[in-house]
């Protein structure tokens, strides 16, 4: 008789408290891009945090695995892990179409042009930009790829370097993310060489990131649902706009 009260009552505070029984676990698999996502940041960068308390709103805890960013995506692909973050879609019939759910999305980056406060710039359009000698970075596909006129150094391996080549004049305009770059300015120049460099406020690409999670695993439909809610109500308590302060 006692073991069946106590059977009872442990029914009951399952009832009164759900979160007792053990939250769902997936897993995500994560990269480093300061100062959104990184392993060394607290609650794994805003980003990641945006993505778990989400998730924890309607009772899915998330396991994030680091990995280079080719890995991330293929061993989200493979169904090593549940998906990752934070892509973009990348075209109606892609690869990335056929093998994911997206999500909602999480977070829309800006792409802007910097350049050197000596070199007056204002973003006007793709055509401004026939003769004006422009930095990239190997590897990284760009919207300017398309317009033949437009030609770009990508003799750099990194975003860092290049901004480094631009505030010794190599080139006249750097394309990178807003934040990425305001970051790297911060951590990786001094700070003379930061206040020579500034941006064009006009963003030249609005960029939507998305969680994807593999069509592989029968249970990643509802999981991108359950994800769409808590954003959802993430967005609404202020607590999305709260995390994303971090980045100002």
């Known amino acids: 008789m006692q073991v069946f009260r106590f059977a009872l009552a442990a029914a009951g505070l399952l009832v009164l408290f759900p979160d007792a029984r053990g939250a769902e676990t997936i897993t995500v698999t994560n990269s480093e891009w300061l100062p959104y996502t990184s392993e060394y940041l607290p609650h794994y960068g805003p980003l990641s945090r ?20 080719s ?13 990752s973050i934070l892509w973009s ?3 109606r019939d892609s690869d990335r179409q056929r093998r994911f759910y997206f999500s909602d999305v999480v977070f829309d980056g800006q792409s802007v042009l910097f350049h050197l406060k000596s070199y007056p710039f204002r973003w006007a359009g ?4 026939a003769g004006v000698r422009m930095g990239g970075t190997a590897g990284y596909e760009y919207t300017f790829d398309k317009y033949p006129f437009i030609h770009m150094d990508r003799s750099a391996v990194s975003d860092e370097l290049n901004f480094r080549k631009l505030e010794a004049g190599r080139f006249d305009v750097f394309p990178a993310n ?13 700070p003379e060489q930061a206040a020579r460099i500034t941006w064009d406020p006009n963003p030249y690409n609005i960029t939507h990131y998305h969680l994807i999670l593999n069509k592989r695993n029968k249970d990643n439909r509802r999981y991108v649902a359950l994800f769409n809610k808590g954003l959802k109500r993430l ?12 980045l100002k």
Do not use: H
């Not at 945006?50 to 960013?69: D, K």
């Open 50 to 69: 945006i993505i778990s308390e989400a998730f924890a709103l309607e009772g899915v805890e998330v396991r994030y695995v680091f990995r280079p960013w």
């Open 71 to 83: 890995r991330a995506y293929a061993e989200a692909a493979a169904d090593m892990a549940n998906g």
């Open 178 to 190: 807003l934040d990425v770059g305001r970051e790297i300015m911060r951590t990786a120049l001094t």
């Open 126 to 129: 793709y055509q401004q930009l």
């Open 235 to 246: 967005r609404e308590s202020g607590k999305y706009t709260e995390y994303l302060q971090e």
């Open 89 to 91: 879609t990348s075209g």
